[in-house]
């Protein structure tokens, strides 16, 4: 199986990541439960959308992705929006401090925090993974969540999982 772990970081990045996941289920035709009607095969791990999603042994559709900010009030949205039963509570991290739109402070204070908790999230789903083929970092580069959280992280995966892709 190859399995694929998005990552989505900063306003811009929880953003695009919530639009992104919601349309993965309408395509595959999970509800925003996880819930899977069609699935013919519960347990098996076998179709192409299974790259993206994990399944729990109750059949629940689980996104491989883990979303990141400095600030609680985008992961918030998530939290409480229509795909909220489709994520583990621990996907989703939040400090209490933005960036402030200052790279700076994504990398080197406010990122430094929070860099720990999210690569041991990814460490867990990595582990859960069969084959893990790579990372999709979904992020804004102006600002300092984005840019400053997203080039430690990037720095910090690099070292932790040389051989695989990071795009």
Not at 80 to 88: Q, V, W
Not at 115 to 137: E, H, P, S, Y
Request: glycine share 12%; charged share 25%; hydrophobic share 30%.
């Amino acid at each position: 199986m190859r399995e694929v772990i998005s990552i989505h970081l900063g306003q811009g990045g929880v953003q695009v990541g919530n639009q992104c996941w919601e349309l993965y289920c309408l395509e595959h035709g999970i509800d925003p439960d996880g819930r899977m009607p069609s699935d013919l095969t519960p347990g098996e791990e076998n179709d192409s959308f299974n790259t993206f999603f994990s399944e729990t042994s109750s059949g629940k559709h689980v996104p491989r992705a883990i979303y990141a900010d400095l600030e609680p009030s985008v992961c918030d949205e998530v939290r409480s929006g229509a795909y909220k039963e489709l994520y583990h509570p621990e996907q989703i991290i939040n400090g209490k401090e933005d960036a402030a739109n200052n790279y700076a402070r994504g990398h080197y204070t406010t990122g430094k925090e929070i860099v720990d908790t999210v690569l041991d999230r990814i460490r867990k789903l990595a582990d859960n993974c069969t084959g893990l083929q790579g990372f999709l970092v979904f992020h804004a580069t102006g600002g300092g969540t984005g840019s400053g959280l997203g080039s430690l992280l990037l720095e910090r995966l690099s070292v932790d999982y040389g051989r695989k892709s990071k795009l």
